[in-house]
């Protein structure tokens, strides 16, 4: 299998969807709809969040999530689980998020916890 990965710019999610009685406006999913309806602002997932996939050919793909996003007192979550924390969150538990292990060191050496985006420790 050809381990090339294509990338597609705009997710399936964007071709599908659902009209909102609540704020008149689209969504991804039936989530997306249920939260607008419960007074959450809706927006998409960030590009930092890719899905991997293969396509007919059996190429490695990979998509951009563009899910429904919805916010609460600590963060946001998409219809897809991918959960990013705010910056005041980050701030009054204590860690950020760093994105290699010399970013981590960084942050340590000032007693601040580094995360990775996948939630563990790095």
């Known amino acids: 299998m050809n381990e090339e ?16 009685g609540n704020c008149k ?48 007192d600590r963060g946001s979550t998409c219809t897809n689980g991918h959960f990013n924390a705010s910056m005041e969150t980050q701030y009054r538990e204590g860690w950020r998020y760093a994105d290699c292990p010399e970013e981590a060191a960084n942050l340590r050496s000032m007693g601040i916890d580094a995360v990775s985006m996948r939630g563990d420790s790095i």
Request: hydrophobic letters at 25%; proline letters at 6%.
């Open 5 to 20: 990965a294509t990338f597609v710019g705009s997710s399936p999610a964007s071709e599908h969807k659902i009209s909102c």
């Open 25 to 72: 406006g689209h969504h991804n999913s039936p989530q997306g709809v249920r939260k607008c309806f419960e007074g959450k602002e809706i927006g998409s997932c960030p590009d930092q969040y890719y899905l991997p996939g293969y396509t007919e050919d059996g190429l490695r793909m990979i998509e951009e999530c563009a899910m429904d996003l919805w916010y609460d």
